[in-house]
């Protein structure tokens, strides 16, 4: 009979220890998975992280030297040591160098350039490559439409982009250049210059793990439970003269709110 209930609970035994290794294997697939995504941050150590996901209740732990940044639910960031060993700070100090030497081009009269639009974090001064390109693709898909804008001849995207990574200028710092030298860079009478800062509020933290470069806008799985807050500086130039200048906040909130004011102000700029 004893020998009976020792086999028995060795069986048990077995069975839980079993059934703990199945769940440790789940858990490892399961933090591979959650690159970029919400969760409730329970506690930060010296070498691992604590945290839970969305509608449960078990804990898991994350080395550090796997995070890039964790975004706060009340706004703040915090940066991790990466990979490689290096601190990571939020401010990127990979920006081109751009040090005023390049190549003039004679300025065409009615011409008009639609520069990189810079999208900017206020929390964490991060920007957002991708948004900067699709800003400047949609700024120049509507300006072509309005019914005014034929006495000008629009730039296509490719030729000033090309011109201004010649210059060492990116979105990271076109926003630095004086417009003087803009118009001698690209060859153009009239520049539409575009910034769109804005702030994320969110209900739960983000881990972003192994990013060395961190898009906003790449984030999955968590627009439910952010709201953007955006402020869209706009501003045309024409022969070095600011002829406009506005900025707005959009009504709503959501990822693409931006748009709505990029495009209300668009079609009230002077460009006639």
């Not at 930060?44 to 992280?49: G, T």
């Not at 003039?104 to 991060?126: C, M």
């Not at 790449?218 to 506005?246: G, H, P, R, W």
């Amino acid at each position: 009979m004893k020998m009976k209930k020792s086999y028995l609970l060795l069986t048990f035994i077995a069975f839980i220890f079993t059934n703990l290794a199945f769940a440790q294997t789940t858990q490892d697939k399961i933090i591979k998975k959650i690159t970029k995504s919400l969760t409730t941050v329970t506690k930060i150590a010296d070498k691992f992280i604590e945290y839970k996901l969305p509608n449960e209740t078990l804990i898991y732990n994350l080395d550090i030297s796997k995070i890039a940044r964790i975004d706060f639910a009340n706004g703040k960031s915090q940066s991790f040591i990466g990979q490689n060993g290096t601190q990571q700070q939020n401010v990127n100090s990979e920006n081109s160098v751009y040090q005023g030497n390049f190549e003039e081009i004679a300025i065409k009269p009615n011409t008009l350039a639609i520069i990189l639009i810079p999208f900017d974090n206020q929390e964490s001064h991060s920007s957002s490559e991708s948004m900067a390109k699709f800003a400047q693709n949609d700024v120049y898909s509507n300006i072509v439409k309005l019914s005014h804008i034929n006495r000008y001849e629009v730039q296509d995207l490719r030729p000033p982009n090309a011109l201004l990574r010649k210059a060492n200028i990116s979105y990271k710092n076109v926003d630095e250049i004086p417009i003087s030298d803009l118009q001698k860079i690209l060859g153009v009478d009239n520049i539409l210059a575009i910034k769109v800062s804005y702030t994320i509020i969110q209900s739960q933290s983000t881990i972003v793990i192994g990013q060395d470069d961190i898009d906003d806008f790449a984030l999955i799985s968590t627009d439910d439970d952010k709201m953007y807050e955006f402020t869209v500086y706009f501003d045309l130039y024409k022969n070095n003269q600011k002829v406009y200048t506005k900025s707005r906040k959009p009504f709503f909130s959501m990822k693409d709110s931006w748009m709505d004011s990029v495009n209300y102000l668009l079609k009230r700029c002077p460009l006639n």
